[in-house]
T-cell receptor, first 115, second 109 residues
Framework: DTEVTQTPKHLVMGMTNKKSLKCEQHMGHRAMYWYKQKAKKPPELMFVYSYEKLSINESVPSRFSPECPNSSLLNLHLHALQPEDSALYLC??????????????FGPGTRLTVL | GQQVMQIPQYQHVQEGEDFTTYCNSSTTLSNIQWYKQRPGGHPVFLIQLVKSGEVKKQKRLTFQFGEAKKNSSLHITATQTTDVGTYFCAPRRDYKLSFGAGTTVTVRA
């Protein structure tokens, strides 16, 4: 199984809502990532988890809160978002270790619209 | 981060023709990865290059890493409509991929 799944596919939320994005992989990968991608731009790294611990936070505003409940799951909790946060949110996973190829496998993404 | 510049930004290709997209860095890279993102899709890993002067082929795609490890290229022969999409190069350092802006390819049938 080389698939990363993400739910929901689409999400529309108001600025006062609280919602969560979910990501799951069963490839045994111990590194998981959240990216944000605006239209016609490359993906921008937001967070990295390694062995279920937050390894990298790319100075992301606190209205985005990641969580890694176990080695297969990754969540992104959203609260008090702004319209400029509307984007495609991509989850990815990769193997761990210097010797590993560390190709990142991306999920299909959640298309988020903040009204 | 490790910044790379990709050229051209857009590539319009006649079906059956060849084209090349380039990825350039001002600093020496330890590796470079290439990803393809179809319209409405997500990035898909294509290849990783590590060695100076490395050349790898995948069917009609040829990837090259420069001798100085400061540039990389992707050459596609006999372009097909399935080649449509945006091709990103991305040097990797630890967990971080520093994506270039991408080359968006359209194909005229």
């Amino acid at each position: 199984d080389t698939e990363v799944t993400q739910t929901p596919k689409h999400l529309v939320m108001g600025m006062t809502n609280k919602k969560s994005l979910k990501c799951e992989q069963h490839m045994g990968h111990r590194a998981m990532y959240w990216y944000k991608q605006k239209a016609k731009k490359p993906p921008e790294l937001m967070f990295v988890y390694s062995y279920e611990k937050l390894s990298i936070n790319e100075s992301v505003p606190s209205r985005f809160s990641p969580e890694c409940p176990n080695s297969s799951l990754l969540n992104l909790h959203l609260h008090a978002l702004q319209p400029e946060d509307s984007a495609l949110y991509l989850c990815a996973s990769s193997q761990e270790g210097q010797g590993a190829r560390m190709a990142q496998y991306f999920g299909p993404g959640t298309r988020l619209t903040v009204l | 981060g490790q910044q790379v510049m990709q050229i051209p930004q857009y590539q319009h290709v006649q079906e059956g023709e060849d084209f090349t997209t380039y990825c350039n860095s001002s600093t020496t890279l330890s590796n470079i990865q290439w990803y393809k993102q179809r319209p409405g899709g997500h990035p898909v890993f294509l290849i990783q290059l590590v060695k100076s002067g490395e050349v790898k082929k995948q069917k009609r795609l040829t990837f090259q890493f420069g001798e100085a490890k400061k540039n990389s290229s992707l050459h596609i022969t006999a372009t097909q409509t399935t080649d449509v999409g945006t091709y990103f190069c991305a040097p990797r350092r630890d967990y971080k991929l520093s994506f270039g802006a991408g080359t968006t390819v359209t194909v005229r049938a």
